[in-house]
């Protein structure tokens, strides 16, 4: 099979069907060097799996093989999806590398793959079986479906989101039961390198590189990390002026997550940046459901405090997450 030379420094037109989703955005270097340093010990003698990667050109793929024996993986494989080739003369293929071994270099650890590559196929299932990490960034537009994949098969994972994937109805209750939770890094503005055929607002890197820049995206993962251990500081005390209840929840608007009030025991409405500083071990979050004036409010299957049923005087608020303070105290934190 004859394939091109690995890790281009610039990117051929996606000629995809989807494109028109806009989910070729391929991720920098620079970024996924910044979220890997939190979790180094957690990849020793580990199958790691990237499988929504074109192995010669995914920025994933080059971070895992260039850090292959410092990280102590046991295993690292890509799977490309046909469907998002770059080049449509070639066939889909995999990546199957076990480190620098024997002069072997780095094409010749990929082959041709039997199926597609879609990571819903059998033989991409099959691979998922056997890797103990999956780190990659998704196609947005099958988020829901990528994340109810990796929770089926009970898999540690680091995936790259929208924050608006929070909001989901299939993916906030897995954060409320901590079965999964933002990373390190949440809400940044991330500069995708895209296709060159792509026509919105972009700019070029230093390596001529088409760019878009893209607000509003988080890490998500189930891998734990030292900022879910740090209580967060709070000095506010709670007063009725300061902090109304909704409408149909019993609960209080906190519009910021810095004025969290240190006193109050029972739920509090925070924006869903809360997330970012969220210790489970001081904060739980609660399922709006459970704090509903009345039977007139409906239940959502979100568990969320959003759209017409989060106004107060009957003004709507932004979405938010319902939480109580483990530790309510008088005193400073």
């Known amino acids: 099979m004859k394939l091109r030379p690995a890790i281009r420094n610039s990117n051929k037109s996606l000629h995809a069907a989807r494109k028109a989703k806009n989910d070729e955005f391929y991720t920098q270097l620079a970024d996924i060097e910044d979220e890997l340093t939190h979790y180094k010990q957690q990849f020793e003698n580990k199958v790691v799996l990237c499988n929504c990667d074109d192995p010669l050109e995914s920025n994933f793929v080059k971070y895992f093989s260039l850090n292959f024996e410092h990280l102590g993986l046991k295993k690292l494989v890509a799977t490309h999806y046909k469907e998002w080739n770059l080049f449509?003369?070639?066939?889909?293929?995999?990546?199957e590398y076990m480190g620098d071994k024997n002069g072997i270099t780095f094409e010749d650890f990929?082959?041709?793959?039997?199926?597609?590559?879609?990571?819903?196929?059998?033989e991409c299932i099959a691979?998922?079986?056997?890797?103990?990490?999956?780190?990659?960034?998704?196609?947005?537009s099958?988020?829901?479906?990528?994340?109810?994949q990796l929770i089926r098969f009970e898999k540690k994972f680091l995936i790259i989101?929208?924050?608006?994937?929070?909001?989901?109805?299939?993916?906030?209750?897995?954060?409320k039961e901590?079965?999964?939770?933002?990373g390190h890094n949440f809400n940044k503005v991330f500069d995708f390198i895209i296709p060159d055929d792509y026509k919105k607002h972009h700019h070029l890197d230093n390596e001529g590189n088409k760019v878009a820049r893209v607000p509003g995206i988080c890490w998500f993962t189930n891998l734990p990390h030292n900022k879910r251990t740090e209580d967060l500081t709070l000095y506010k005390k709670y007063s009725t002026k300061e902090y109304p209840k909704y409408d149909n929840y019993d609960a209080i608007e906190v519009s910021k997550v810095a004025e969290i009030p240190m006193d109050y025991k029972g739920a509090m409405g925070v924006p869903i940046t809360f997330l970012g500083k969220?210790?489970?071990e001081q904060f739980e979050i609660v399922s709006s459901n459970d704090y509903r004036n009345g039977d007139y409010v409906p239940f959502k299957e979100h568990g969320l405090v959003k759209d017409k049923d989060s106004a107060i005087n009957g003004k709507p608020t932004y979405v938010r997450i319902l939480i109580l303070n483990r530790k309510p105290s008088s005193l400073p934190a």
């Open 88 to 95: 449509q003369q070639e066939p889909p293929y995999k990546l």
């Open 110 to 122: 990929v082959t041709e793959m039997l199926d597609d590559g879609d990571f819903r196929s059998e």
């Open 127 to 140: 691979l998922l079986k056997e890797a103990d990490i999956v780190v990659t960034n998704p196609p947005f």
């Open 142 to 148: 099958l988020f829901r479906e990528y994340v109810d």
């Open 161 to 175: 989101g929208g924050i608006n994937a929070i909001t989901y109805k299939e993916i906030f209750p897995l954060i």
């Open 178 to 182: 901590n079965r999964l939770w933002v």
């Open 278 to 280: 969220y210790n489970p």
